[in-house]
């Protein structure tokens, strides 16, 4: 049996506000969309006592053995989902890790979802659910793969809209901490989500946001705040907000060209930083 072929896109945070605690877990609302930017998933169903988790390509160095992909086929085998059938996985890293991309997120996500279209497991919604929840409070969004909206009470709205904004993503040479950003929040927001439309997709829409988690790692890394004021200078640029907890800041540009002759310039002043365009899907 030859692999089957998966795509694991990055998602991206938009606007994103945090809006209360629960337990040791913020509460937070965001507006996500996914990027053509995607790790690449190898699978196919193996004779073996084990599964085989493989992780390959620029981004793939330490990763822990105890993995989102991981976490996702143990929580499955001891729910005997699969029976007895056990997997070969190689996952091709080409989204940069504690970025902001949630690429951990995705790959199980991407991975849970083609097991289910594969009809290799049969579970109800609720069951998808709780599983997500499980490995990581993201991977339930990589289920969705689309313009959603994640509302203050953990639900979400999807969006069926392609709107092709196009997007200058900069990783610095450092990763954020997900838990470290979290625990420096002080201060939460009113929601503003929780009656999604479409127009919240809009670019004038969203220049009025913000992401709650960027300022607390402005001012934690320096290099941050530089990045951050450079791409806010760039020519034409629409604006300028972290994705997720970061490291990663993206500029927002209204065509591909713009971002290409921004990519230019963020790569001249900025060597060692990963640089990629791309767009929203």
Not at 44 to 53: E, L, T
Not at 109 to 134: G, H, P, T
Not at 146 to 153: G, T
Request: aromatic content about 10%.
């Amino acid at each position: 049996m030859g692999y089957s072929k998966i795509k694991s896109y990055a998602k991206i945070n938009l606007a994103l506000n945090v809006v209360g605690k629960q337990s040791s877990l913020h509460k937070i609302e965001s507006i996500i969309s996914f990027l053509d930017l995607h790790d690449e998933i190898l699978i196919k169903s193996i004779k073996n006592k084990n599964h085989k988790i493989k992780f390959i390509g620029k981004f793939s160095n330490n990763i822990s053995l105890n993995n989102t992909v991981s976490r996702l086929l143990e929580i499955i085998d001891k729910k005997k989902l699969l029976k007895h059938a056990k997997f070969e996985i190689i996952i091709k890293k080409n989204i940069p890790l504690q970025a902001g991309f949630g690429g951990g997120s995705m790959n199980a996500a991407a991975i849970l979802k083609f097991l289910i279209k594969k009809k290799l497991i049969m579970i109800s919604k609720k069951e998808v659910y709780k599983i997500c929840s499980l490995i990581g409070s993201d991977v339930i969004l990589g289920i969705h793969s689309n313009n959603l909206i994640l509302k203050s009470n953990n639900t979400i709205k999807d969006f069926l809209i392609k709107k092709n904004i196009f997007i200058l993503a900069v990783k610095p040479s450092f990763g954020c901490s997900t838990k470290k950003i979290y625990s420096k929040v002080t201060k939460f927001r009113k929601a503003r989500f929780n009656k999604p439309t479409k127009s919240m997709f809009n670019l004038d829409f969203l220049k009025k946001m913000n992401n709650d988690l960027e300022l607390i790692a402005l001012n934690k890394y320096q290099k941050l705040n530089t990045l951050k004021f450079f791409l806010d200078e760039l020519s034409k640029v629409e604006f300028v907000r972290m994705t997720g907890s970061g490291s990663a800041i993206i500029a927002y540009f209204k065509t591909y060209k713009l971002c290409k002759e921004a990519e230019k310039k963020v790569k001249k002043e900025f060597k060692n930083y990963w640089c990629k365009t791309a767009k929203t899907i």
